[in-house]
């Protein structure tokens, strides 16, 4: 988890082992040198963590310490360019749909229309006909086919719920 602020400190943490990296001051070179190089983690400006200082001491539980957080600055630093790739291919896809044509509804983001990039890279919004109720895969398949309607907006999931599983009428 990224934070902000080592304002989390405050917070009541309730999970066992826990890693957080303060953004703010992170550079590759603090995070090489305090981490890799440098004396104890918890002198550390840039993480708030409850690792013990047993593990600490270890150079390779160190170096995963580092390489977590390289990932998590960079991960950082490719989301905002990659939010904008993600509503680019959206807004060309949606009115260009192969099923629908251009339709002025598609490029409404809360129409039920409006399809996210999964929902175009997997198109399926009826329920496998052959597996029914009862079935050891119906479960599966329907856990399956609501996570990826998890990231579509609510007209979305309320239409295909509604219209293709006809489910809550």
């Known amino acids: 988890m990224i934070i ?3 304002a989390t400190k405050e917070l009541d943490i309730h999970a066992n082992k826990f890693l957080n990296l303060n953004k703010k001051n992170v550079t590759f070179r603090k995070l090489a040198f305090q981490l890799l190089f440098g004396g104890h983690i918890q002198d550390s400006d840039l ?7 047993e593990k600490e001491n270890k150079y390779l539980h160190r170096f ?6 390289v990932i998590q600055v960079l991960l950082n630093h490719i989301s905002k ?3 904008i790739l993600g509503r680019f291919l959206e807004a060309v896809l949606n009115p260009f749909k192969v099923t629908s044509g ?3 509804d598609n490029v409404d983001r809360k129409s039920a229309r409006y399809f996210s990039f999964l929902g175009h890279l997997d198109t399926r919004v009826e329920l496998d006909g ?3 109720h009862g079935d050891g895969r119906y479960y ?4 399956m086919m609501a996570s990826k309607l998890a990231y579509e907006n609510q007209n979305v999931i309320r ?3 509604a219209d293709h599983w006809k489910v809550g009428n």
Do not use: D, R, W
Request: hydrophobic share 45%; aromatic share 6%.
């Open 47 to 53: 993480i708030y963590h409850n690792i013990p200082q």
């Open 159 to 161: 239409s295909v719920v």
């Open 130 to 132: 052959t597996i029914e």
């Open 81 to 83: 360019p990659l939010s």
């Open 102 to 104: 251009i339709h002025p």
């Open 140 to 143: 599966p398949a329907l856990t």
């Open 4 to 6: 902000n602020n080592m």
């Open 64 to 69: 995963i310490i580092f390489l977590s957080l």
